[in-house]
């Protein structure tokens, strides 16, 4: 069974920082793209970063200069580092995954989506 799982989220104060993993497993994700999402009640879910399989990098404009996404050794892992955390940064991270970085960007056509993890940030 494939699966993408994210962990790291909670809750920190305007100005704090946080770091968010996602783990995949069942499959090789090494040539995979991956990214990450976030969605808040009653919107669509919000692209945030993406990093293509050959180490690509881009930002929503909300979220560059603040937040860094990287990629584990084994590439199965990606982090995002999030500093200078806002209140309008609360919501529940996804992780996302697909052969095509086209598909990871628009997040509606990915192969493989997490569980989330809670991002809570207080004023």
């Known amino acids: 069974q494939v699966r993408l799982v994210e962990s790291g989220g909670g809750l920190v104060q305007s100005g704090g920082s946080l770091r968010l993993s996602c783990v995949g497993s069942g499959r090789t994700f090494e040539r995979d793209s991956m990214g990450w999402f976030r969605q808040v009640p009653g919107k669509e879910r919000e692209f945030v970063a993406g990093l293509s399989w050959h180490e690509i990098s881009e930002y929503s404009r909300p979220t560059k200069g603040r937040f860094t996404i990287s990629r584990g050794d084994t590439r199965n892992t990606i982090y995002l580092q999030m500093n200078a955390l806002k209140p309008e940064d609360s919501a529940v991270y996804y992780c996302?995954?697909?052969?095509?970085?086209?598909?990871?960007?628009?997040?509606?056509?990915?192969?493989?989506w997490g569980q989330g993890t809670q991002v809570t940030v207080s004023s």
């Open positions: 996302v995954a697909d052969h095509l970085y086209a598909n990871v960007r628009n997040g509606k056509t990915a192969a493989y």
